[in-house]
């Protein structure tokens, strides 16, 4: 696209992918054993919590890449990484969302505080979940190509750059 610098990358190779992935359940795979080491038991509860540990770690990274690569040749060379990582980690947000929506469906298994009343009473978490979730889903429909273009790349970087507001 050459209305759009060449830092933007569109397309991921698949070794790009199954590193990102490996980086993200590696990621998972230790705050399920932390879980454990502090005397936790295994559960879709640890799960879904570890899902999001992860997701938000892989975005966190995603996020300080840009201002880093401006310092760093090293971390420049990830560049290319970043939309996968990107990927992965709203993907993993969106399992997280999944999960908490299951719990909501089966009370039983939801731990007892966490009730309509709970998220009512603490409806400032709430609505920054739910505006969260709807940026996630505004950056995953944005990262492909074929919507970049009919976006136009002024707009098309304004939306990204809204995940700063995460």
Same mark, same amino acid.
Do not use: A, H, V
């Given at each position: 696209m050459s209305h759009l610098p060449p830092r933007h990358v569109f397309s991921n190779s698949k070794r790009q992918w199954i590193i990102s992935i490996a980086i993200y359940l590696a990621v998972f795979a230790f705050f399920m054993w932390y879980h454990e080491v502090r005397g936790k038991p295994y559960s879709l509860w640890t799960t879904e919590k570890c899902t999001a540990i992860a997701a938000s770690i892989l975005l966190g990274m995603v996020l300080a890449?840009?201002?880093l690569s401006r310092i760093s040749g090293r971390i420049r060379a990830w560049l290319p990484y /970043? /939309?996968?990582l990107g990927l992965t980690g709203a993907y993993g947000m969106l399992v997280h969302v999944v999960l908490v929506l299951f719990y909501l469906k089966t009370m039983d298994r939801f731990p007892d505080k966490y009730t309509l009343a709970y998220y009512l009473e603490h409806w400032f978490l709430s609505i920054t979940g739910i505006l969260s979730l709807i940026i996630f889903l505004l950056l995953i429909v944005t990262s492909y190509q074929t919507v970049s273009?009919?976006?136009g790349g002024s707009l098309w970087l304004k939306i990204q750059k809204g995940s700063y507001l995460l």
């Open positions: 890449m840009g201002p /970043r /939309r996968s273009k009919k976006l």
